[in-house]
Each structure stands twice: as structure tokens, then as C-alpha cells.
């Protein structure tokens, strides 16, 4: 049994994609590892892919500030600017209490047309 989950945990060491990938199957209710594998997506350029991650994210933890404010990132990019324009409100509505300050700038970079992606 043991050898046997070795053989496929072996992947995790050569790559941190397999480890994201990894603790998905582990956890798959860990919003944390869903938003990580939106940005492995974000990363490749596969847009659409972490915008499905993020989602995924938002249906287990529906008001993390990071998770809302990437999906409206993602969906400024692919020119749905009606519904990023919603979760950016959600995102400022669920800014954690004591990060208003660095919270705000993010939100005037992205308003300002820059990309600021949060990890």
C-alpha cells in the first residue's frame, strides 16, 4: 500500500504542479489548493482554466477577499466587465478587517488597468 501511494506521490517531488494537483485529490475541500491550482492556470496563460479554479475556490470559502478579487481580475481580462464589476464589489465588501490599506491599493491598481494578481 504503501509503495503504491509512493510510486504516485513521486511526481510531487520533480514538479510543484504535482504537488498542487496532489493535494487536491488529498483535499479537495481545501479552498486554498484551488485557488493555487488558479494559479498554475494563470501561469500556462490558460485563463478560462483558472477562472473555473477560482470558482471552485469561491464555492468552498464564498467571501475570501483574494478569491473574489482574482475572479474579477480574470473576468476584466475576458472582457466581462458587467460581472467583474460585481465581484470586485463582493471583493470590497469581504476586504479582511486590518488589510483596508493594502486591500485599497490592489483595488486602485486594478481599477488604474493593472494586473495585480493575489497569491
Known sequence: MYMTKMWFAMEMYRDDYYLVEFSCMEDPEAWYVWHIRGHKRWDTKSYREALTMWVMAKLISPKEFKILFN?????????????????????????????????GEYIKMFQSGKVPLLL
Open 71 to 103: 475572479i474579477a481580475l480574470v473576468l476584466k481580462m475576458l472582457k466581462n466587465d458587467k460581472e467583474s464589476a460585481a465581484f470586485l464589489q463582493m471583493a470590497e465588501a469581504n476586504i479582511i478587517p486590518g488589510q483596508e490599506k493594502e486591500a
